[in-house]
């Protein structure tokens, strides 16, 4: 595993439970430190939430160590960009744990109308101010699932009621493309 510097551990760490520990601690100390390996034996509820979180936690770290200039850097036609990745996984966490669950239109949340505008990158958006919104999302987006069952329905998506098992298979999908997404542009600017 390729550990950021400040994290790199001295020795190399060999057992899966050992690498997950060390995770735990360091990295993105908002989300819960449950990590898939932990939930084998889980409900499908914790196994679901648990890779929720994993991509969650691995897109937010694509920016760190990474300078301004580094996360805004295009490297492909479209908008895409580390910074903008982010941001744009903010846009899915408020689309499908807000917008979805509440029934809150875009506009009231403050995100944009289609998915597209969600890369758009502003002067004031940083690295921490990215992250830090996506993590406040993330956190959000767990507080309002809380309460409800895996085969609960959602009303205010505009594909009609959903169940939340569909709403966190789509969001785990969509982290996990964007998360590869993140490890190619990544490797790009940094041995660029």
């Keep these: 595993m390729d550990y950021p510097a400040e994290v790199r551990p001295v020795m190399p760490i060999s057992s899966t ?3 997950a520990a060390l ?3 360091f990295l993105m100390p908002s989300l819960p430190a449950t990590f898939a390996e932990d939930v084998i034996n889980q409900p499908p509820r ?4 648990a890779f929720l979180d994993e991509h969650r936690s691995e897109l937010d770290r694509c920016l ?3 300078t301004e200039e580094q996360a805004r850097e295009s490297l492909v036609p479209s908008r895409t960009t580390l910074l903008g990745l982010v941001k744009h996984a903010t846009f899915v966490e408020k689309v499908w744990f807000d917008e979805a ?5 875009r506009a009231e949340i403050g995100i944009p109308a289609i998915s597209d505008e969600s890369f758009i990158l502003h002067d004031d958006d940083t690295i921490a101010s990215v992250q830090q919104a996506h993590r406040k999302a993330c956190e959000s987006s767990r507080r309002a699932t809380s309460s409800l069952g895996l085969d609960d329905r959602v ?3 505009r594909l009609g009621p959903l169940p939340l098992r569909w709403v966190y298979l789509h969001v785990l999908r969509e982290l996990a493309q964007h998360c590869g997404h993140a490890d190619i542009l990544r490797e790009q600017i ?3």
């Excluded at 914790?46 to 939430?49: D, I, K, L, R, S």
């Excluded at 669950?101 to 239109?105: E, H, N, Q, W």
Aim: charge should be positive.
């Design 64 to 66: 760190d160590g990474l």
């Design 17 to 19: 439970s050992s690498r």
């Design 101 to 105: 669950v509440t029934g809150r239109s």
């Design 23 to 25: 995770l735990k601690c």
């Design 190 to 192: 940094l041995n660029g």
């Design 155 to 157: 009303y205010g998506y």
């Design 46 to 49: 914790a196994q679901f939430e």
